[in-house]
C-alpha cells in the first residue's frame, strides 16, 4: 500500500504559464522524490504598465512517501 503527501507550490515565468508548470516542476523534483502528478490550481498575471511582467502559476504537487 503507498501513501501519497500532496504539497502546494507556486512558481513564475517572464515567458508563458507553461514555462512556470516545467521550472515549478523541475524545482519541487530536485527536492522531493516521487513526484506523481500536478494539478494546476490557479494561473494568473502580474501586469506592469498595462504589460505581462511574469506568469504564475499554483499547483498541487503529489509524492509517494518511502516506506
Do not use: P
Amino acid at each position: 500500500m503507498s501513501v501519497a503527501r500532496v504539497t502546494e507550490i507556486s512558481s513564475t515565468s517572464e515567458q508563458s504559464f507553461e514555462d512556470a508548470i516545467r521550472r515549478g516542476l523541475e524545482r519541487a523534483t530536485k527536492t522531493l522524490r516521487g513526484v506523481t502528478s500536478a494539478w494546476i490550481k490557479e494561473q494568473r498575471v502580474a501586469l506592469q504598465d498595462g504589460k505581462i511582467k511574469h506568469y504564475q502559476v499554483n499547483m498541487q504537487v503529489t509524492f509517494v512517501l518511502d516506506e
